[in-house]
C-alpha cells in the first residue's frame, strides 16, 4: 500500500466539496459525534466525492458504517480497536490504519497488521488533548525503521515545513487538520501542502 504523502483529515464532508477541486488525493472524514443525524449522508457523500474526483477516503472509527457504504479505508485510534471487529473489517475487503503513541500501542498495532500505522503527536498539537509529550522528528525515523514496509503516517501539529523534515525522516505521508481548516484560506494552503510534497 503506498499513501500520498498529504494525507487531510476534515470534520465535516463540506470541507472535502471545497478541497477536493484543488488536486487533495487522500482524506479522512473524522466526525467525533456518533449521533449526528446526518453522519451516514456525510459518508456516503464523503465516499461519492472522493470517487468522483480519484481520492481515498478514510473513514474514522465508524468501521460498520464505513462497511455498509462500501468504503475501502477505515482508521481507528487505540480505544476503538478494542471493540473493532477487524476480521470484519479484513472480510469486507477494507484496508486499516491505526493510531499509536508509544512502544506499548505500537505492539498491539503490529499485531492486527494494519495497512499503515500513524505516529502522534510529533509536534505538540491543539486538535485534540493527549496525554502524550511531542515525539519529536527522530522518534519518525526510528519507527520507520522497526515498521519497515508498513507505511508511517506523521501527524500533529504540521506545517509544510515541519512536513518536509518528517517525510525526509522516513514518514509516507504526513497528516494535517488544523494548519489546513484553521487557516484564513484552506484552498490556498492546500495547494501550498501540495506543491511542497509533490515537489519532493
Known amino acids: 500500500m503506498s499513501l500520498d ?33 446526518d453522519l451516514r449522508a456525510q459518508v456516503r457523500r464523503a465516499r461519492d466525492l472522493c470517487a468522483q474526483h480519484g481520492a481515498t477516503l478514510v473513514i474514522n472509527d465508524y468501521w460498520r458504517l464505513a462497511i455498509d457504504e462500501g468504503c475501502d479505508y477505515i482508521h481507528l485510534g487505540q480505544e476503538d480497536l478494542v471493540d473493532a471487529d477487524v476480521p470484519a473489517i ?11 503513541h508509544d512502544i506499548r500501542e505500537l505492539d498491539v498495532a503490529l ?18 488533548q493527549l ?15 522497526l515498521l519497515r514496509t508498513t507505511p508511517l503516517v506523521a501527524i500533529g501539529g ?7 523534515a518528517v517525510l525526509d525522516a522516513g514518514a509516507d505521508s504526513a497528516a494535517v487538520a488544523t494548519d489546513v481548516l484553521g487557516h484564513p484560506d484552506p484552498e490556498a494552503r492546500v495547494r501550498e501542502w501540495l ?3 509533490r515537489a519532493r
Do not use: N
Open 195 to 197: 506543491a511542497m510534497t
Open 5 to 37: 504523502p498529504f494525507y487531510l483529515i476534515v470534520d465535516d464532508v463540506a470541507w472535502l466539496e471545497r478541497l477536493l477541486p484543488h488536486g487533495l488525493r487522500l482524506a479522512q472524514l473524522r466526525i467525533k459525534d456518533p449521533d449526528q443525524p
Open 90 to 100: 479484513r472480510r469486507a475487503g477494507c484496508r486499516l490504519g491505526l493510531s499509536t
Open 131 to 145: 496525554g502524550w509529550a511531542p515525539q519529536g522528528v527522530t522518534r519518525v525515523g526510528e519507527w520507520k525503521a
Open 158 to 164: 504540521l506545517t509544510p515545513e515541519r512536513a518536509r
Open 111 to 128: 499485531a492486527v497488521e494494519p495497512d499503515y500505522i500513524a505516529l502522534g503527536p510529533v509536534y505538540p498539537t491543539t486538535l485534540k
